[in-house]
C-alpha cells in the first residue's frame, strides 16, 4: 500500500513525519531553557562573597567625588557606598536597567545606604536623548527630576523616534503634575544644554564610551543588573561595616 493510500486510510502520519516532532519539542524546550537561564543570569544576585564578581583595577582611584556635581544625585551625602550610572535615555540597555535604579533607590537609597548620581551621557547617533535630558533637568526644577526620569524610561519606545519629542514630554509632565508653561519655556529655551553637555565632559573625561557604565564606588560592574548590582553594593556594605 502506498504512503499517501495509507495515510488516507488509517489517519496516521507517516513514521518519518512522526519522529520529527520530538525533535521539534527538544529543540523549543532548548530554546525556553535558554531564554530562561539569560534572564536568570543577568537578575539573581550572586553571593556577595563570590569570587565571580567585579573589583576595582588594580591601584585604581577612588572615584573623584568633586565629579558628582555635575550629575543628578538622590541619597544622603554620608551613605558608606556610591552607586553611579552614565546613561542615555534612549538607550534601550540603560531603559532594561533602570528597574534595577529603582529597586536600588527604593532598598538602599531610602535607607540611607547608598548615594545614587545619575549621569546624563547622551549618545550621538540618537536624536532624542539629548531632550530627554533636558526634559529631566527640566522636571528637576519642580522637584520632579527622578519622576521623570522614571517616566522617560517606562515610555522610551514611545518617543524615542518622536519629531516632537517636546511635545510628549510636556504631556509626561502634566501627568507628574508639573507647571506646564513652565517646563516648556525651560525646554525650547534650552535652560539646561550646558549642565547636560558638563555631565557628558565628565563621561570623556573618565573615558565611558558606552551606556550603561555603572560604577559601585571605583567598581565598573560587567554585567549591569539587579543582581550583580545588589551583590557588589552588599560586598561594600560588609566592609564598610568591619
Known amino acids: 500500500m502506498g504512503e499517501a493510500n495509507r495515510r488516507k486510510q488509517t489517519g496516521a502520519p507517516s513514521p518519518k513525519a512522526s519522529s520529527r516532532k520530538p525533535l521539534v519539542i527538544g529543540v523549543s524546550v532548548l530554546i525556553l531553557a535558554s531564554i530562561i537561564l539569560g534572564v536568570f543570569f543577568l537578575t539573581a544576585a550572586p553571593k556577595p562573597t563570590s569570587g565571580e564578581l567585579p573589583v576595582a583595577v588594580p591601584g585604581a582611584e577612588a572615584f573623584p567625588v568633586e565629579l558628582d556635581q555635575y550629575g543628578v544625585s538622590v541619597g544622603a551625602e554620608d551613605a558608606p557606598v556610591v552607586v553611579r550610572e552614565f546613561a542615555d535615555f534612549q538607550c534601550p540597555a540603560c531603559g532594561a536597567f533602570a528597574k534595577a535604579s529603582k529597586r536600588l533607590k527604593r532598598e538602599y537609597v531610602d535607607a540611607g545606604k547608598v548615594r545614587f548620581v545619575y549621569f546624563e551621557l547622551p549618545l550621538r547617533q540618537h536624536q532624542n536623548a539629548f ?4 526634559a529631566a533637568r527640566c522636571a528637576g526644577d519642580q522637584g520632579a527630576y527622578w519622576d521623570m526620569h ?3 524610561y517606562d515610555s522610551q519606545s514611545e518617543w524615542s523616534g518622536s519629531n516632537d519629542p517636546t511635545a510628549t514630554f510636556t ?3 502634566n501627568e507628574i503634575g508639573l507647571e506646564e508653561r513652565r517646563f516648556r519655556l525651560c525646554m525650547t529655551s534650552e535652560l539646561h544644554r550646558e549642565a547636560v553637555e558638563d555631565s557628558r565632559r565628565v563621561a ?5 564610551t558606552s551606556t550603561p557604565t555603572v560604577l559601585v564606588d571605583n ?3 560587567t554585567r549591569p543588573g539587579w543582581g550583580q548590582l545588589s551583590a557588589v553594593v552588599e560586598r561594600e556594605l560588609s566592609r564598610t561595616n568591619k
Open 150 to 152: 522614571d517616566r522617560l
Open 131 to 134: 531632550p530627554a535630558a533636558q
Open 171 to 173: 504631556r509626561y509632565g
Open 219 to 221: 567598581i565598573r560592574l
Open 204 to 208: 570623556m573625561q573618565l573615558q565611558v
